[in-house]
């Protein structure tokens, strides 16, 4: 897992419409980039629904919102649809970025052991450098939370 301070890990990824999205695009801005299991599960969904709430407060602090799964990008397209988000999915169903991330690690539950993405938020700042890591997140009060870590004065 990278750590606060690095540079954020390139990534080149297909989004929900199946436009190439890399981490350049996001020079000179905020990025949240979260980490989570799978479309359209509670936990997932809660988040994401969340993460769109606030898409105008994270519009006006030059900050932008890209989620991670493994999930397809049909997957990712009919999610947004379904819960009617406006934050940009990105599929990565070989792992390229959650490895680089370092977010597939060992899981439990209900007593079984598995491997599969640890939900995690990353804050990378407008030069390309991880200002900001949330490990294991807990839904409730997340989005809150990673807004709260933006700066609010951009000058």
Known sequence: MPEIGQSAPNFTAKDQNGNLISLQDFANQWLVLYFYPKDNTPGCTSEAKEFSAYQNQFDQLNAKIVGVSPDSEISHGKFIDKHQLSIQLLSDPEHQIID?????????????????VVRSTFLINPEGKIAYIWDKVRVKGHVEAVLKKLPANLD
Do not use: Q
């Open 100 to 116: 680089s991330y370092g977010v597939w690690r060992l899981k439990k539950f209900m007593g079984k052991e598995y491997m599969g």
